[in-house]
């Protein structure tokens, strides 16, 4: 990047850091509305606070609870 001053580095720098920040966000928002979207089928719940989660989480196949009310 020569011929280019400091400021002018940093700022393309930091254009560049932002955008790859944006990216990330959106992906990771992508993973969780998936995610949620998976739960929204699914048909255990736990018995205390009645969240939906997937059977292979449940804590007891009778009593299942989720990982925050165990």
Do not use: Q, V, Y
């Amino acid at each position: 990047m020569s011929g280019f001053t400091d400021e002018e580095r940093a700022a393309e720098l930091k254009r560049r850091d932002d955008a790859i920040k944006l990216r990330e966000e959106a992906t990771e928002a992508a993973r969780r509305r998936a995610e949620l979207a998976e739960l929204a089928r699914a048909e255990t719940r736990c018995l205390h606070c009645g969240r939906p989660m997937r059977w292979w989480e449940a804590t007891d196949p009778e009593i299942p609870l989720c990982d925050n009310c165990l």
